[in-house]
């Protein structure tokens, strides 16, 4: 398959273009390059030494013999290449990362708050009316989150996925209806995911577009087989308070011997899914598209769920670093900046590989100030 | 009250900036003229000669004695503008009509869906987090429209109206919850009015904002108590095919003799309500604004529904011109720049008043090619 991956350099897109590029798939990536600028204006970076795109590129030829495409595009202003593209490429799929990720980050400032929106809606509805331009019948899948379902929706009910059948009382008795499922973000992050759902469900009905939207957990790990064959195809770490998801925050608490901050309780329950598998449900879903005129097809993508407390007590179990219990929410902040963690090598890290967890195997560490 | 009308030299706009200022209210507009100009790109103009925004302005003094504020500002780009108005006019409530509001307009190319999804989407976006920056606890009246809902949503339940109680089956029972109405937008242009409500809605929880959403019906009607003092008030009175609304179009056809377009079987039931009563509406919207911490209060705006056989029929009694039942869609295309309908004043007009219907009882016309 031809297969275009937006966001194809950020945390999820670099290591889907290498998978779906080993598998055979002829893939361009088309990248603004915003996630390694936005490190720049917050004075962070990866903890992982990423290369430029064109290194990565080139290193991946190098290894594998297959030729990986790459255009710098802004999908978000940029609509006139985008429909250039479209045109020249005709993909047959379509993934769509290019969307800004981070919820901290989305409640930082007006500018963060308007730049999340601006950028993620416009985004997404640029690649949408520029389908129908070209009247291109790419299979489209797009990253979503499950927290546009958001929390405390119902203590007793199933976890929802997609849809939901729900009764509608009226005068001449209940009706059955199955509706998209109740939005509730808890963050301007997650609400452009829940205008992005409404826009799928338009352009499916008004025009047929054959659309998957991935409801995904927090992904964690960082190395899949394909990017650990070479240092130059390494994948981002992040860890600070916008980036970094809750376990690699844990991870850099423990490497420097501090306690793992929980907050709160603990107790709030999150889906996870290591980044190994998200590479391959995306296969699956670009491989199993809607047909036209069908409703978008929305799926969780997520392989196990834990108590946020249970995770640092993992953490902490391991790594024999305890765990603390903040009045209030704060953030790390450490001089960590050339800490060092070599992923998936070391060999705590294959004797982890075999935990019953199953949650951190790739995760070794190394102190190398 | 300081009311800050945004796109306040509209349709719906301008005559709620005089019944507010009528009213005793300090008003300022804020609109970009976009309406204005979108009327040179589509090479049309409204059939009543509507003045310059300035000389409006300055009539309106000279009759009322009142003065009305006027910044030109584009919202959806223009945020640092925006935020320094709200911290110098500190308005009590704010009432917001400064979006692209024509359905078909949104659906005739790539650039107009692109516009309309843009304008939108980034105006309310931009107002929401330049009103959290400012920490202004204005009360906020948007303007939706009924079209969110859909059509053939159910065919027994009540008129939807801003929430809906459903029951959602679960192993232990089911759970009844109070869900925003599921929305099923027909247009680019309605589907950015269920954008609208989803960023309401995280809005009033997380920041508290206090805001109406007001989903009318299709407003008919040109002039108001205000906008008829004096002929540089004159409101807008558009025909064409994308802001020229169904009555529009059949008093237009009426006019010129054409016979009244009527697509499909005209079974379709619609919503109207009257210029008059939306102005009055707003008043009372921005007088009683919800409470910060509730959710958006969400009501519907109409007076009455029609079908449009219905419409078209009582416009063929009274006008004596006949109805047509094309084929296919298409649109009228009249060379009727120059024809002037005297609105509100003929004899005729004021005969058609006591008229049973009550919905086109201020439109009488004159030909004067």
């Known amino acids: 398959m031809r297969v275009l991956v937006l966001g194809g350099d950020g945390f999820c897109g670099w290591p889907t273009t290498l998978y779906l590029s080993d598998r055979g ?3 361009t990536i088309v990248d603004n390059l915003s ?3 936005i490190d720049i204006d917050l004075e962070v970076e990866s903890l992982t030494p990423i290369r430029p795109i064109g290194e990565r590129i080139r290193a991946w030829q190098e290894l594998s013999g297959r030729t990986v495409g790459f255009i710098q595009l802004d999908l978000a202003t940029e609509y006139d290449r985008l429909v250039a593209v479209l045109r020249e490429l005709r993909p047959d799929a379509i993934v769509h990362f290019a969307e800004q990720r981070a919820a901290p980050y989305s409640m930082r400032t007006a500018a963060t708050k308007r730049y999340t929106v601006d950028n993620n809606v416009r985004a997404t509805h640029n690649l949408l009316a520029a389908l129908v331009e070209t ?9 979503g989150t499950m ?3 958001g929390y405390g929706w119902s203590g007793t009910a199933p976890i929802p996925e997609g849809y939901l059948t729900v009764r509608v ?3 001449d008795g209940d009706l059955e209806r199955e509706i998209l499922h109740p939005a509730n973000p808890g963050s301007v992050y997650h609400m452009t995911k ?3 759902q409404l826009m799928f469900a338009f352009y499916a009905k008004n025009d047929g577009l054959r659309i998957t939207d991935l409801h995904q957990g ?3 790990g960082t190395q899949t087989e394909q990017t650990c064959r070479d240092e130059r195809l390494i994948n981002r770490f992040d860890y600070d308070g916008d980036y970094g998801t809750v376990l690699n925050r844990f991870l850099m608490q423990a490497a420097i ?3 793992l901050t929980v907050h709160g309780t603990g107790g709030q329950t999150r889906a996870f899914i290591h980044i190994k598998d998200t590479v391959r449900c995306i296969e699956i879903a670009i491989s199993n598209p809607p047909q036209a005129g069908e409703k978008p097809k929305v799926l969780n993508q997520i392989t196990e769920t834990h108590r946020v407390l249970d995770l640092a007590k993992m953490v902490s179990d391991i790594t024999g670093v305890e765990i603390a219990y903040p009045l209030r929410p704060g953030r790390l902040a450490v001089g960590v900046r050339y800490l060092w963690i070599d992923l998936g090598r070391t060999s705590q890290g294959d004797q982890i590989e075999g935990n019953s967890a199953g949650l951190i195997g790739d995760l070794g560490y190394r102190l190398t100030f």
Chains 1, 2 share one sequence.
């Open 147 to 149: 927290g546009v379902y």
């Open 169 to 171: 009382p009226t005068p």
């Open 194 to 196: 829940t205008l992005d």
């Open 25 to 27: 798939h002829d893939v």
């Open 218 to 220: 927090i992904v964690w």
């Open 257 to 259: 011997g501090h306690p």
């Open 135 to 143: 009247g291109l019948d790419a299979a489209l899948a797009h990253l």
């Open 35 to 37: 996630r390694r600028k």
